[in-house]
């Protein structure tokens, strides 16, 4: 019933700059959170930012003035992220808490997940 599609991962030098993007579709009414994690193998998956519906942030101490998540209509959400570091390599997933038509609650739903790559 949702789905969301994630794009713009690849591999970048350090201190270089990619922008992740998630699309989401399908029966949805509407979207109260959208998050980015990240995980590296062996790793728990990391909440890297996240945002609310009134357009609150938060951010992982270890991206912040580095990262940048927001959105630019109702189904679609971005990661900007510069001066990356080779600690950044990890897959990247998107999180949207959707309302979908007839239901009253939220559930969550995850992106296919990115690779980004940093070399150092």
């Known amino acids: 019933q949702v789905q969301l599609v994630e794009s713009g991962g690849g591999l970048v030098q350090a201190g270089g700059s990619l922008r992740l993007s998630c699309a989401a579709s399908g029966s949805i009414s509407s979207i109260s959170v959208m998050n980015w994690y990240r995980q590296v193998p062996g790793k728990q998956r990391e909440l890297v930012a996240g945002m609310n519906g009134d357009g609150l942030t938060n951010y992982a101490d270890s991206v912040k003035g580095r990262f940048t998540i927001s959105r630019d209509n109702a189904k679609t959400a971005f990661l900007q992220m510069n001066s990356l570091k080779a600690e950044d390599t990890a897959v990247y997933y998107c999180?949207?808490?959707?309302?979908?038509?007839?239901?009253?609650?939220?559930?969550?739903?995850w992106g296919q997940g990115t690779q980004v790559t940093v070399s150092s």
């Open positions: 999180n949207f808490h959707v309302v979908i038509f007839g239901r009253r609650y939220a559930n969550s739903y």
